[in-house]
């Protein structure tokens, strides 16, 4: 299981998981963590769709265009969490995108993945990734 330290809420819920990790040792001890990767994904991602609206069983809106995105997977509505500033691109000083509360939006698949002027419109497939078995 991999884990990463995340900075805490008054909660003692992540809301941002620090890459590189050792950008957490500026933090003071109590605001830091150590969880499950999967796990503290999750909760950044519930509390990105709660500021949508979105709950279980109630229907928020894209944090973008304003269309209806709901929390679970599959449906035709359904959201997804985009990070502002991907990941593994450098922004200011060697700052980079990060999986955080600040740094995420629930949005439509259309303002994300399909539409014309989505955030990945310009992402192509890359069959050289694929490893023959």
């Given amino acids: ?36 990767k999967a796990f503290a994904v999750g909760m950044i991602r519930s509390k990105v769709f709660a500021r949508a609206g979105c709950t279980p069983h109630i229907d928020g809106e894209c944090e973008w265009c304003g269309a209806s995105i709901c929390w679970e997977k599959g449906r035709w509505n359904s959201g997804e969490m985009h990070e502002v500033v991907a990941r593994g691109k450098m922004v200011f000083q060697g700052e980079q995108g990060e999986v955080s509360v600040s740094n995420s939006v629930a949005i439509c698949r259309n303002c994300h993945t399909s539409g014309p002027n989505a955030a990945h419109a310009n992402r192509r497939w890359h069959s050289a990734k694929i490893k023959e078995t």
């Fill in 1 to 36: 299981m991999k884990t990463v330290l995340a900075e805490v809420d008054e909660r003692g819920d992540p809301i941002r998981i620090f890459k590189p990790q050792r950008k957490a040792y500026q933090f003071p001890v109590e605001s830091v963590n150590e969880f499950p």
